[in-house]
């Protein structure tokens, strides 16, 4: 079966850094396309960022945009979130999620996902 284990997640203060990873087994992560949702208390999972198992090319919601980078190691079969210069809105609980849709900002779309890893963004 195909398993997503995150891992990452912790607390900082606001203009700090974390690295979120999300390890693939059962599948060849490069054979997915590989998103990043977050859900706050309260609110709908929002798409944050994805990349693309055809092109590679990462996409990103437009309040991390400069400040997150997606990328995808297909040796170690993972995929990361490198979160810079956070903000206390950031704060959530991130899931990545594998899927293989044609479409990859919604996460209807997605097929399989991770456990979740709290991002707590605080003085």
């Known amino acids: 079966q195909v398993q997503l284990v995150e891992s990452g997640g912790g607390s900082v203060q606001p203009g700090g850094s974390l690295r979120l990873s999300c390890e693939v087994s059962?599948?060849?992560?490069?054979?997915?396309?590989m998103g990043w949702f977050r859900q706050a208390p309260g609110k709908e999972r929002e798409f944050v960022a994805a990349?693309?198992?055809?092109?590679?090319?990462?996409y990103y919601t437009d309040s991390v945009k400069g400040r997150f980078t997606a990328s995808r190691d297909n040796a170690k079969n993972t995929v990361y979130l490198q979160m810079n210069s956070l903000k206390p809105e950031d704060t959530a609980i991130y899931y990545c999620?594998?899927?293989?849709?044609?479409?990859?900002?919604?996460?209807?779309?997605?097929?399989?996902w991770g456990q979740g890893t709290q991002v707590t963004v605080s003085s």
């Open positions: 059962g599948r060849t992560v490069s054979t997915y396309n």
């Open positions: 999620a594998a899927g293989t849709s044609l479409g990859i900002r919604a996460a209807t779309l997605y097929d399989y």
């Open positions: 990349i693309s198992s055809h092109s590679g090319i990462a």
